[in-house]
């Protein structure tokens, strides 16, 4: 082997940098199998062996700990990835190097790089010229075999995993409020403190059939609820603690405090980007369910009917609660409002006016995690009113066309400064040059002069990394800018905007993708007199508006201040019924739009406080019927008779017809028996007119 070792290394991968990649993938590894680590750092001999200077030999030993399923997060595996292609390595040093990379696809990457730049690879087993198909092919076979093993052992672990959860018989961390007992049977918490705590959890909810009543009747009475610390030092001790929403639902639906085992309710899925995200799976696809496999807190029925309520309360309020793609609803900013005072995404909710949708916006996330009063609650129909008007107002072709032309100036700019900036770091590494040359160049048993060049090397190395730091940061910021496709796309918009935005067959849908594409985010604070939106454009720009607060809903059921005035004025010569009639000849509305009648009349006189007609009729003098009758000297009966035949002035003080009566004067009608009423009243009416006649002579 070492002979054909030998042909394969030429002074051309001699001349280059050999690099040694040490990886071990738990932290666990690195301390415990430090005979491996060995091995690895073992392969530099052989480099040297091979013909290698030992200083240039490079470790890269930056993935200690790392796990090697994928080269996302592994800065080491990318470094040697990036020397490797700029044909810096002459060779690459690993042990059974198919564990360089243990997902396949890095694997052969890294192998089709070394190929194109004349790599070498080593392990324990020999050299390799993956430009070589034999070569190549036994590489990539390793590869195959290393993934392989690492499904093979993947899959027996997982295996033995399942066996023990069919059983019931896996251990899983007991969630609060259970532990294990020593025969590995999960029982309730002996702690009665505990103990007491998720009893009065579940007993809340059943009284109030909401999580957050429950939380909120916790924060009230100012209960903790335990926690198990599951890091650090006090790993396994229970502390105490605030009540949050996310934890009773939690409980809520774990099935293990109705005393059952289940597997497989999440599954982690893999991302693009390396990440793991957490899927919940329907309960018809869980593994296992094994009921009554232990004692619980509330039996499987109660645990059923919470289900379905909790499902039927997210129903009622919405699920989502973060950024949310454009819903049915007609809340036009749904999704891009952030509260003012807190700093939190705001949510939506709808109530019915008259028949319409009106949206309000809400903040109330902190208020649901620990159940505090809501953080604002703003009715949105004005602000969406104002940010359409807004945007079409903005959103003419000819600003675009401006704005448009503005960036493509400042990108040309960009490119000049982006110029300029490049040259300074040439002459950054210029300088770096001289100052090497001058440090070789010095007689190295001057060891006063040799070390101050050294160290002035170091500094101009140090410049020029940092000059190119700064040149690739600004030139990424510079990046950012809109490109073809977006321009166009906004331009397009543009000239159809308007029409497209007022037309009332858009759907609200559309209509707010339309502003998503144009609005960042916007911002509501409710200040003292006034609302005060903040309205952040896509591309920076921003724009401050005050509203009027919007009126709550009793103000806008309110009657006018005006309407209000006019009753109290008609009240002092109408009754009720007229007062009602008038208002509606003027086209006057009650506060809820309705016509008046005589009952919200006198509802409006007494709940403002006016004065009741009655007593301002009595104010001005007017008797009662007993007391015109004892004045008179005749029975009540007979008083209403005599004004219904108009011998007395009664004025109506409400809508039945009772009266007050002024005072009869010099000249009270009497009893006249024997003659009809009807023909003293003509008698009276003739009297009066030869009154006045003898007036107007006068
Ligand atoms: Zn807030």
Redesign the pocket.
Known sequence: MTHDAHQKVKASHLKRTAYLYVRQSTLRQVLENTESTQRQYALKQHAVSLGWPLDRIVVIDTDLGQSGASAADREGFKRLVTEVSLGRAGIVLGLEVSRLARNSMDWHRLLEICALSDTLILDEDGVYDPAHFNDRLLLGLKGTMSEAELHVLRARLQGGIRNKARRGELFIRPPMGFVYATEGKMEIDPDQQVQQAVRLLFETFRRTGSAMAVVKYFADQELKFPRRVHTGPSQGEVTWAGLEHSRVLRILHNPRYAGAFVYGRTHMRKTLDGDYVVQHVPREEWEVLIRQAHAGYIDWDEYEQNQRRLHDNCQAYGADRRRSPPREGPALLQGLLI?G??G?RMTVRYHSRRGHLMPDYV?QR?GIEHGEPV??HIPGAAIDEKVGELLVEALTPVTIDVALAVQGELQTRLEEADRLRQQQVERARYEAELARRRYLRVDPDNRLVADSLEADWNSKLKLVAEAQESCDRQRSEDRKHVDEQQRAAILALSTAFPQLWCDPATPDRERKRMVRLLLEDVTLVREDHHLAVHIRFKGGAQRSEQLPLPQRSWEQRQTKPDVVATIDRLLDHHPYPEIAAKLNEEGLHSGEGLPFTARIVARIQRSYGLASRYDRLRKAGMLTVEEIAKVLGVHPQRVTRWNRAGLLRGLAYNGKNDCLYEPPGDNPPRKAMGVKLSERVAARALATQGAQEVQCEA
Do not use: D, I
Request: glycine share 0%; aromatic share 0%; charged share 40%.
């Open positions: 509260c005072r807190c939190k903040c902190e953080c604002q």
